[in-house]
């Protein structure tokens, strides 16, 4: 999968194009879509966002092999992945807005070869790490959009949709940072969390207590809801959590892989606030 996170830059049209050139794509997989389909380019919905104040932060673009090392898909048909922010909120002034800058983000999935309709979901991106959360569907559903009879408008406004839940998603995470685990609570969340990257035998495959690896001071002094699931999510996704061999776990890079396990993971941290 190529992909590229600028953290807080907004990223350009060329860059863009360069990483995922599906996003600009001229038509669909037609050995791969019946003739109900209706085409339009993802570039259209993104550019629609633009004049809405929002810009794009993350991008990537997912490659599938097929048994003779050939690419399955055409390239400008690709599943591919966007993440936007509003404008106002990359940058300077974002990065000095507390000790902790947090923002909310739309989501956004296409593919334009059947493997997938329009995806969208609310993201958070916490920008110490330059970690890029899923927000999971016990807080507000995911909006599927197929590709039947459907404009770029009708994608641009459900985008919209989800940008209004932005409040709701800044105050789960106030909870979160609210919420003081002990280390019975710590000990339980790590396990869940495992259990949802390795399985029920986790413990056959990966030490422990390399999940709670810190790569900041601050981190490793707040005992909150909120950096102990960040600590997690960032070991579990990115990878470098520690094999009983001793090597380090790769990360996780398909678009639909990582977007199940980090709504997982939002799930098990939102369990811990009070109903």
Not at 201 to 222: G, H, Q, S
Request: net charge neutral; charged share 30%.
């Amino acid at each position: 999968m190529r992909t590229t996170t600028t953290n807080n830059v907004i990223i350009p049209d060329e860059v863009i194009r360069h990483v995922a050139p599906s996003v600009f794509g001229l038509g669909q997989d037609s050995k791969r879509t019946s003739d109900a389909y209706q085409f339009y380019p993802t570039s259209e919905v993104m550019n629609g966002l633009r004049a809405s104040g929002y810009e794009v932060t993350s991008v990537m673009e997912q490659r599938v092999r097929a048994n003779g090392g050939e690419e399955r898909y055409q390239r400008d048909t690709r599943k591919h992945c966007l993440r936007f922010a509003l404008r106002d909120d990359i940058g300077e002034r974002f990065s000095r807005e507390s000790d902790d800058p947090t923002r909310p983000e739309i989501v956004l999935i296409n593919a334009h070869n059947g493997t997938s309709s329009y995806r969208l979901m609310a993201g958070v991106f916490r920008l110490v790490c330059a970690n890029g959360m899923v927000i999971a569907d016990t807080l507000f559903n995911e909006i599927r959009i197929r590709h039947l009879s459907t404009s770029p408008d009708d994608v641009i406004a459900a985008s919209l949709r989800i940008a209004r839940e932005a409040p709701t998603v800044m105050a789960s995470i106030d909870a979160m940072r609210g919420i003081q685990l002990d280390e019975n609570k710590r000990g339980e969340l790590i396990e869940r969390c495992a259990i949802a990257r390795f399985g029920e035998d986790y413990t056959d495959k990966v030490i422990p207590r390399t999940l709670m690896r810190t790569w900041r001071c601050e981190d490793a002094e707040d005992k909150s809801l909120w950096r102990t699931f960040n600590i997690l999510q960032e070991n579990l996704t990115k990878g470098g959590t520690r094999t009983l061999e001793r090597h380090n776990h790769r990360a996780i890079k398909g678009i639909d892989s990582n977007t199940k396990l980090n709504k997982e993971l939002w799930d098990i941290a939102y369990s811990y606030l009070p109903n």
